[in-house]
């Protein structure tokens, strides 16, 4: 990877967290756009050539960076401190599919873009296993914790190196998408997801937001919940609905308009 050229200070923000399970689209049902590259999840934002993966990562094959975002770990546990009793699995759930992402790519560096814990107390509930887990996944590579909302502590004790955002290259990592920069910046924070008319019935599934200029990340925390990409928080970032949606499908991605969306 290349130098870090900048850390620039974290944004705070309300989340949306509208708990849903993890879900993909099955192929009859999305009647995806006919763009080959979009379609194979190959994308490209500020002249930089990315892939989508259709678990809801991003990895830029030239320096080996695989990013994902709000990954929310130990939200479950979170809510049990509240009274509200959810499936504890949801760490264990999280990191068994980002591993497969990462024995997918073998990337030299992992970026977690932010929220990467449902709250600050996240990372001293977090179970052995699971840490061993993380451990696991960290081994031999470069680890980037980014400051969320959620998590807005540099995290510790973990692994890795905490930053509040980080711009390499050509692009801008950070979690929150920021009005006034455009040009290369990979955001998340606000869970975009899709929802298409297919075969009679609505599908909602999370996706990618997408131009040529910015990318808003799906979240990958299997009780992340989403927010309607048509929603006036994306078309404001995108200036209209000129933008795309890149659909997670079953082991692919479906790129659909987001005019097209409902």
């Known amino acids: 990877m290349g130098p870090i050229t900048r850390a620039q200070g974290h944004e705070r923000a309300q989340g949306h967290e509208r708990a849903q399970p993890h879900v993909r689209a099955q192929p ?4 995806a756009e006919p763009d080959r590259q979009s379609r194979a999840g190959f994308l490209n934002v500020a002249g930089v050539s990315l892939v989508a993966d259709h678990d809801g ?11 994902v975002s709000d990954l929310h770990l130990e ?13 504890p699995y949801d760490t264990a759930a999280t990191l068994k599919r980002l591993a497969r992402v990462i024995a997918r790519f073998d990337p030299r560096t992992v970026i977690a873009l932010g929220d ?11 179970m052995d296993q699971d840490q061993v887990e993380l451990a696991v996944l960290q081994h031999g590579r ?17 692994g890795g190196i905490s930053a509040t955002a980080l ?17 290369g910046e990979i955001a998340g924070h606000l869970h975009p997801v899709a929802r298409i008319n297919g075969r009679g019935r609505v599908v909602r599934r999370r996706c990618f937001a997408c131009d040529a200029r910015r990318m808003v990340m799906p979240a990958f925390g299997s009780y992340a919940g989403g927010l309607n990409v048509r929603d006036r928080a994306f078309t404001g970032l995108f200036g209209g609905l000129s933008y795309t949606a890149h659909v997670l499908g079953a082991g692919r991605i479906y790129a659909v308009s987001a005019k097209r969306c409902v």
């Open 28 to 31: 009859h049902e999305i009647a």
């Open 57 to 67: 990562a991003l990895f830029w094959p030239e320096e080996r960076i695989l990013a």
């Open 75 to 87: 939200k479950g546990s979170a809510f049990a401190e509240r009274g509200v009793l959810l499936p």
């Open 116 to 126: 990467s814990f449902h709250d600050d107390g996240g990372p001293a509930r977090l």
């Open 142 to 158: 470069e680890w980037i914790w980014i400051a969320g909302n959620h998590d807005s502590k540099q995290i510790t004790g973990l």
């Open 167 to 183: 711009a390499i290259g050509g692009l801008i990592f950070r979690h929150e998408p920021d009005q006034m920069t455009r040009d």
